[in-house]
């Protein structure tokens, strides 16, 4: 006991010292192995009033031996007080995660929701530093969940008529947390606060592994508010739900942008994982599926758990129903977004890239279960509103996480028949659908990941296929052929031009498409005049478009069946096919083949591959040109 009574914690104890000598020997005494001896004295009510304030910041580098007196402080100390430092070192924690995110991992800084203003949550002017050692982010990731944990705790304890004014000022502190999100455990914290201070009576469903669980807020022996007024206003409740409503559409946007792909996709692969299902021949044998993946890797049923965990939250816990993140995402709104009846003194207004991410995540697991739509969403205007609006041709670089939410909703959509085009089937025209397809087919042809563009283009091909008009149909094919200005998006008009021709063969050659006169249309688009001065580069951008034009010719030179019903011969004559197209296609070949003979270098990377793909190609076309004109 004599040696406890030399101790200076104990020695310089009140009423010995005042209370702020008291916080300055703590300041320089206090080390882990003092922890234990803390935590007896913080037993003391009014000692913790007094300095819990303070002792915040002094026992957070001591994690994670010193939660349980940070927890006496979140217990015991004065609520008013004790929240408005944890939220401030909140706020300060989660500006200095950025510096321990991997290089190009930083959180979208760009105006979000229609807003001037910067994102609130990153808008902190500071500097990302140097990476620091594993200890340093594993301390921190301590910190932030911490914080996080008294405020659950300290919330609850706060009796005032308007409770949500210091609701909005934690909510705010939680922002530049979430840009952590990259982080599951993170994200889960995040979560259990909303779900804690949402007040909700709603069972927890079980996790199907421990990695999924969400912690639990531990606040046995928490004191009432010493300075209790008023109970809440009726009011406060609905403010309450608005605000933790907000929070968890940025939990959302930025967990879900946060997490890492497994192929150059998106981090939970929802349109690739459709794709897979929807055509299940396209899987390589003896090669793991993304649906696979997804089902047996526990990291990565770990993101679906937690999607379906925020997803969960939202709807259930805070009652967000599909409706209304529907109408918060109106395309054409002018004014902020808000939810009904949002708090117009809340720091901030729900994220509508959060909402369009609840929204696609639900529509993924209703396509994955084939269950019945959750709600309705028309491919126009409903889908081409939100194609205008969030893959705005202003961004530099558009989150491969946002390209694979539109295209799981326009499935979805498509899916459930909720076309809702303005024209029939006797229609030549249409132009919403031109211009919607064309938003389309502009993912297909320059969004930077492979994936994502072969998605979007099987997206296309399945929207056009849906238009009831063959006219319309027709139209949109012509004037890809002639006007686009991307090959690849060229090459894949001519795979549908086949498609169609090819089905009204099945059809008894019945529509437009079973028509001469359609190839004769398409012949100019189809097989164009190849410009002799041809560039390298030139030659190695077209290069899908001229291939698949020739195995299209080969195609119509071998079936016996479109060369009688088309009139191909006749079409090929008069259009002079061989010598603007075939003929010129060979002679360039030729002249780049003795070009590299002659010069020191190959040329661009891959010329010399493109080279011998179009000449076998060129070979094969002639072949069959040869076999149209033999008697």
Same mark, same amino acid.
Not at 522 to 529: D, E, I, N, S
């Given at each position: 006991?004599a040696d406890?009574d030399?101790?200076?914690l104990?020695?310089a104890l009140?009423?010995?010292?005042?209370?702020?000598?008291?916080?300055?020997?703590l300041e320089?005494?206090?080390t882990?192995d003092?922890?234990?001896?803390?935590?007896?004295?913080? &037993?003391?009510?009014e000692?913790?009033?007094?300095?819990?304030?303070?002792?915040v /910041?002094?026992?957070?580098?001591?994690?994670?031996?010193?939660e /349980?007196?940070?927890q006496?402080?979140?217990?015991?100390?004065?609520?008013?007080?004790?929240?408005l430092?944890?939220?401030e070192?909140l %706020?300060?924690?989660g500006?200095k995660?950025v510096?321990?995110?991997?290089?190009g991992d930083e959180p979208d800084?760009?105006p979000?929701d229609?807003?001037?203003?910067?994102d609130?949550?990153?808008?902190?002017?500071?500097e990302?530093?140097?990476?620091?050692s594993?200890?340093d982010?594993k301390?921190?990731?301590a910190?932030? /969940?911490t914080?996080?944990?008294?405020?659950c705790?300290?919330?609850p304890r706060?009796?005032t008529k308007?409770?949500s004014?210091?609701l909005?000022?934690s909510?705010?502190?939680?922002?530049?947390v979430?840009?952590?999100?990259l982080?599951?455990?993170?994200t889960?914290?995040?979560l259990?606060?909303?779900?804690?201070i949402?007040?909700s %009576?709603?069972p927890?469903? #079980?996790?199907?592994g421990? =990695?999924?669980?969400?912690?639990?807020?531990k606040?046995?022996g928490a004191?009432?508010d010493? =300075?209790?007024?008023e109970?809440?206003? #009726?009011s406060e409740?609905?403010?309450?739900?608005q605000?933790l409503?907000?929070?968890i559409t940025?939990?959302?946007r930025l967990?879900?942008?946060?997490?890492q792909p497994?192929?150059?996709?998106?981090?939970?692969s929802?349109?690739e994982?459709?794709?897979?299902? @929807?055509?299940?021949?396209?899987? *390589?044998p003896?090669?793991?599926?993304?649906?696979?993946?997804?089902?047996?890797?526990?990291?990565?049923r770990?993101?679906?758990?937690l999607?379906?965990q925020i997803?969960n939250?939202?709807?259930?816990?805070l009652?967000?129903?599909? &409706?209304?993140?529907?109408? +918060? !995402?109106q395309?054409?709104s002018?004014s902020? #977004?808000? $939810?009904a009846?949002?708090?117009?003194?809340?720091?901030?207004?729900?994220s &509508?890239?959060?909402?369009?991410?609840?929204l696609?995540?639900?529509?993924? !697991?209703?396509?994955r279960?084939?269950?019945s739509?959750?709600?309705?969403l028309?491919l126009i205007?409903?889908h081409a509103g +939100?194609?205008?609006?969030?893959l705005?041709e202003?961004?530099?670089q558009?989150?491969?996480? @946002?390209?694979?939410a539109?295209l799981v909703?326009g499935?979805?959509a498509?899916?459930n028949n909720?076309?809702c085009?303005?024209?029939?089937?006797?229609?030549e025209?249409?132009?919403?659908?031109?211009?919607?397809?064309?938003?389309?087919?502009?993912?297909a042809?320059?969004?930077f990941s492979?994936?994502?563009?072969?998605q979007?283009n099987?997206f296309?091909?399945?929207?056009?296929a849906s238009h009831?008009?063959e006219? *319309?149909?027709?139209? $949109?094919?012509?004037?890809t052929?002639?006007?686009c200005?991307?090959?690849?998006?060229?090459?894949?008009?001519v795979?549908?031009?086949?498609?169609?021709?090819? %089905?009204?063969l099945?059809?008894d050659? %019945?529509?437009?498409?079973?028509?001469?006169?359609t190839?004769?249309v398409?012949a100019p688009?189809?097989?164009?005049?190849? *410009?002799?001065?041809?560039?390298?580069?030139?030659?190695?951008?077209?290069?899908?478009?001229f291939?698949?034009?020739?195995?299209?010719?080969?195609?119509?030179?071998e079936s016996n069946?479109?060369?009688e019903q088309l009139?191909?011969a006749k079409?090929?004559? =008069? =259009?002079?096919?061989?010598g @603007?197209? *075939?003929?010129?296609?060979?002679d360039?070949?030729g002249?780049f083949k003795?070009?590299l003979?002659?010069?020191?270098?190959a040329g661009?990377?891959?010329? $010399?591959?493109? +080279?011998?793909l179009?000449?076998?190609s060129?070979s /094969?076309a002639? &072949?069959?040109?040869q076999?149209?004109y033999?008697p």
């Amino acid at each position: 006991m004599a040696d406890g009574d030399e101790n200076p914690l104990i020695q310089a104890l009140p009423p010995a010292t005042d209370y702020l000598t008291y916080l300055t020997v703590l300041e320089y005494n206090l080390t882990k192995d003092q922890l234990p001896l803390l935590h007896d004295l913080l &037993q003391d009510d009014e000692l913790v009033t007094n300095i819990g304030w303070d002792l915040v /910041q002094l026992l957070l580098p001591l994690l994670p031996e010193s939660e /349980q007196c940070l927890q006496d402080v979140a217990c015991r100390g004065n609520p008013r007080e004790v929240i408005l430092k944890v939220t401030e070192l909140l %706020k300060e924690a989660g500006y200095k995660a950025v510096s321990f995110l991997p290089d190009g991992d930083e959180p979208d800084s760009e105006p979000d929701d229609g807003s001037d203003e910067p994102d609130p949550e990153f808008d902190d002017g500071t500097e990302k530093e140097a990476s620091t050692s594993e200890e340093d982010l594993k301390l921190l990731i301590a910190q932030l /969940q911490t914080l996080v944990h008294m405020l659950c705790v300290l919330h609850p304890r706060i009796k005032t008529k308007f409770p949500s004014r210091f609701l909005a000022t934690s909510v705010d502190s939680m922002l530049p947390v979430l840009s952590f999100a990259l982080y599951p455990e993170i994200t889960r914290s995040a979560l259990m606060f909303i779900r804690e201070i949402s007040g909700s %009576k709603r069972p927890v469903l #079980p996790p199907r592994g421990t =990695e999924e669980t969400l912690p639990t807020v531990k606040s046995t022996g928490a004191k009432t508010d010493p =300075e209790a007024d008023e109970e809440p206003d #009726p009011s406060e409740k609905e403010t309450t739900r608005q605000l933790l409503s907000t929070l968890i559409t940025y939990v959302a946007r930025l967990y879900i942008e946060a997490v890492q792909p497994p192929t150059d996709g998106s981090g939970l692969s929802w349109v690739e994982r459709y794709s897979e299902k @929807r055509v299940p021949s396209r899987l *390589v044998p003896h090669r793991q599926s993304l649906c696979d993946l997804y089902d047996t890797d526990d990291a990565y049923r770990g993101r679906d758990a937690l999607v379906s965990q925020i997803l969960n939250i939202a709807t259930g816990d805070l009652h967000l129903t599909y &409706q209304s993140l529907l109408a +918060l !995402i109106q395309p054409f709104s002018d004014s902020a #977004p808000s $939810f009904a009846d949002f708090p117009p003194s809340a720091p901030i207004v729900p994220s &509508q890239k959060g909402a369009l991410y609840l929204l696609a995540a639900k529509a993924a !697991i209703s396509l994955r279960n084939s269950s019945s739509p959750p709600f309705s969403l028309s491919l126009i205007p409903d889908h081409a509103g +939100l194609l205008a609006k969030f893959l705005s041709e202003d961004e530099d670089q558009i989150p491969n996480a @946002r390209v694979d939410a539109i295209l799981v909703l326009g499935w979805h959509a498509l899916s459930n028949n909720a076309t809702c085009f303005n024209t029939g089937a006797d229609a030549e025209v249409d132009e919403e659908f031109n211009t919607y397809l064309h938003s389309v087919t502009s993912i297909a042809a320059t969004h930077f990941s492979q994936s994502l563009r072969s998605q979007a283009n099987e997206f296309a091909d399945a929207v056009l296929a849906s238009h009831p008009s063959e006219k *319309v149909r027709l139209a $949109f094919l012509k004037d890809t052929l002639k006007h686009c200005p991307y090959e690849s998006l060229k090459a894949s008009a001519v795979a549908w031009v086949k498609s169609e021709m090819l %089905k009204a063969l099945e059809n008894d050659a %019945k529509g437009v498409f079973g028509n001469p006169e359609t190839l004769k249309v398409l012949a100019p688009g189809l097989f164009p005049v190849v *410009v002799e001065d041809l560039e390298p580069d030139e030659l190695l951008d077209s290069l899908p478009f001229f291939s698949a034009a020739l195995n299209f010719l080969y195609l119509l030179c071998e079936s016996n069946d479109l060369r009688e019903q088309l009139h191909v011969a006749k079409i090929i004559e =008069e =259009e002079d096919v061989h010598g @603007r197209f *075939v003929g010129r296609m060979g002679d360039v070949i030729g002249d780049f083949k003795d070009e590299l003979s002659k010069a020191e270098d190959a040329g661009p990377q891959g010329l $010399f591959s493109a +080279l011998m793909l179009l000449e076998a190609s060129v070979s /094969q076309a002639e &072949q069959g040109l040869q076999k149209l004109y033999s008697p």
